[in-house]
Each structure stands twice: as structure tokens, then as C-alpha cells.
């Protein structure tokens, strides 16, 4: 399921996923040597960000937001991309264009990769009527800054961008 499929039995869902979310929540207050291998804030993480997408699909787009404002809060710039996209689309509703265009902007700036977030930027600096050519600056500015990311987290892993010398 994600931000633009319709979803089915969405009531269901809800129901089950914050259930889910209770019973994590429950581990984590009352630990259980059975559920030691377990990381609970990542689980909990997920049943959330779930939690949020049912209730969004629901147009509970204020509790939706409140669920994932406190995923971005609690773990910052580690989640996910995709995490990042549902935090914009529910900031859109909840909180208002302003809002989620200073997200995204600064979340696109930092080198996140995300044509999702590209393209709903783009519709709302069209719904503000803000110059296309300042989106247009930004999107080649936040095109560098993912090649820089993305260049960084090479590096990262392998320490250096230089390929090794296959030839004998």
C-alpha cells in the first residue's frame, strides 16, 4: 500500500494496525526475555508509519500527521526516503502548503532523493504561485546535493570512489 492507492478495508486495517502498535508499545514498557532479540523502537517505527499511512488513506490527516511527526522527532534524518515522502504528503493536508514546502525544500537540499517529492513540490509552488524558475533552480540544486549523497555514502562504504584496477 502506498500514498496513492485506494487501500481496501481500511476500517479493518486500522483497527489491526493500531493494535499492533498497542502490543509494541506494551513490549516496550514490559520487557519479555522471549522478545530480547527484538529491536521494539524499530518495530515500533514500523507499526507507525503503517498506523499513519491507514489513517491518512482514511482522511484522518491530522492523526495521521501526529503518528508520523513523531516518527521524523524520535529518529530524525535516519528514516527512510519513503518515510520522508508519507511525512510531506500528510504535512501538505494537516499543516498547509507553507509547511510542507519548507520540508520538502530543506529535506531535498540536505540530498534526499526523492522524485516523489520533486513532483509534489512542483504542484505546490504551482498552487502558490511562486516562480517556476525558482523551483527550477532548486530541483538543479538538489540534484547536485543527491549526487553528493549518494557520492558521500560510497565513499562511506567502500572508502574511496576510484574503482580497483580488474585488469591483470
Do not use: W
Not at 66 to 72: M, N, P, R, T
Amino acid at each position: 500500500m502506498d500514498l496513492s492507492s485506494p487501500g481496501t478495508d481500511l476500517d479493518f486495517a486500522a483497527e489491526i494496525s493500531k493494535k499492533s502498535l498497542e502490543m509494541v508499545e506494551y513490549l516496550m514498557e514490559h520487557p519479555d526475555e522471549n522478545e530480547a532479540g527484538y529491536d521494539q523502537e524499530e518495530r515500533h517505527r514500523m507499526c507507525a508509519d503503517t498506523y499513519a499511512l491507514i489513517l491518512y488513506k482514511l482522511k484522518k490527516y491530522d492523526l495521521a500527521f501526529q503518528y508520523q511527526h513523531e516518527i521524523v522527532e524520535t529518529h530524525g534524518d535516519d528514516i527512510s526516503t519513503g518515510e520522508k515522502e508519507r511525512y510531506a504528503a500528510f504535512a501538505e493536508k494537516a499543516k498547509g502548503l507553507e509547511f510542507a514546502k519548507d520540508y520538502i525544500e530543506k529535506q531535498l537540499l540536505a540530498g534526499t532523493d526523492s522524485r516523489v517529492m520533486v513532483e509534489q513540490l512542483q504542484k505546490i509552488y504551482a498552487e502558490l504561485n511562486l516562480p517556476e524558475d525558482e523551483f527550477e533552480q532548486l530541483k538543479e540544486q538538489h540534484k547536485e546535493m543527491a549526487a553528493k549523497a549518494d557520492r558521500d555514502e560510497i565513499v562511506e562504504l567502500f572508502g574511496e570512489l576510484k574503482a580497483i584496477d580488474f585488469t591483470p
